[in-house]
């Protein structure tokens, strides 16, 4: 009975999750949706979540009743159901969303005001290593 459950989330998995994806690609850009389409998309996503929870729930339990801790039965289901790569590539896309985070964090807003200061603050004159006695020798570097 399990086995077909599973089964039946892995196609419910393949067919929701897309669907969802359009949804909130259509929200996002404006688009008005239906009252009854939002909440049967909601309602089938609950279900997916109540159906994964039907299928892990015994295999965490049995890793739990076996001696295991609650993180070591956790990630043992996660190994357990979740495909190799379905697994690696969720790991890469969160380590992309904590560069990004990182970078949002410490950019830089405005450019400070005062002397020596500009929108380059690593340029400086010259700073291309061309001399000034020949400003054509190296066309890439312009002369602001």
């Known amino acids: 009975m399990r086995a077909r459950v599973a ?19 259509c929200l996002v850009a404006g688009v008005r949706i239906p009252g009854g389409v939002l909440l049967a998309a909601e309602a089938l996503v609950v279900g997916m979540l109540a159906l994964e929870a039907y299928v892990m729930w015994p295999l965490y339990a049995a890793r739990r009743r076996a001696g295991d801790t609650r993180r070591e039965a956790g990630l043992a289901v996660v190994r357990a159901a979740v495909p190799v790569a379905l697994r690696r590539l969720i790991v890469h896309e969160f380590r992309a969303l904590h560069s990004l985070g990182l970078w949002t964090v410490r950019r830089r807003h405005r450019v400070p005001e005062g002397p020596g200061r500009s929108r380059t603050p690593n340029r400086r004159p010259g700073s291309c290593g061309r001399s000034s006695s020949s400003p054509s020798s190296r066309p890439w570097c312009w002369p602001w």
Do not use: K, T
């Open 7 to 25: 089964r039946s989330l892995r196609v419910a998995m393949w067919a929701v999750l897309p669907g969802e994806l359009a949804l909130v690609v």
